[in-house]
């Protein structure tokens, strides 16, 4: 999101929100909670997966035009957990599967991640409507 949309590290937090807002950018997790060994997405328990309310998060922000997921896990949790129970304009937004952005996934250089990831600041390029 830094080198995107200027909201880097060397915001305060509440800084790089607003600025992403400004952008028009929402960051959310899939998962409200979950269980899970160590810090891979892989160790997450599915059983105890709780996903965030998407349809009521979409209900309040109808202007949402699309949802980018941050990296496989994301894509599967977010399909199969979220996508599947979606009703209405919500349930036809276009989802981008995204590299990861983990220093873990490191079968790509962070320019090419970063250079898959500008389709988030083509897509904003767009003006907004109301």
Not at 59 to 82: F, K, W
Request: charged share 20%.
């Amino acid at each position: 999101m830094g080198d995107l949309f200027g909201a880097g590290p060397q915001h305060s937090y509440d800084t790089r929100l607003e600025l992403l807002k400004q952008r028009r950018v929402a960051v959310w997790d899939v998962c409200a909670s979950a269980c899970r060994l160590g810090s891979l997405d892989s160790a997450i328990d599915r059983k105890s997966l709780v996903v965030n309310d998407f349809a009521g998060f979409f209900e309040t922000h109808p202007r949402i035009a699309a949802v980018a997921c941050n990296g496989a896990t994301a894509a599967v949790l977010y399909s199969r957990s979220v996508q599947t129970i979606l009703r209405g304009p919500a349930a036809a937004l276009p989802v981008f599967r995204l590299p990861s952005t983990s220093p873990a996934h490191a079968a790509m250089s962070y320019a090419e991640k970063l250079a898959a990831w500008t389709v988030l600041r083509e897509l904003l390029a767009e003006p907004a409507t109301a």
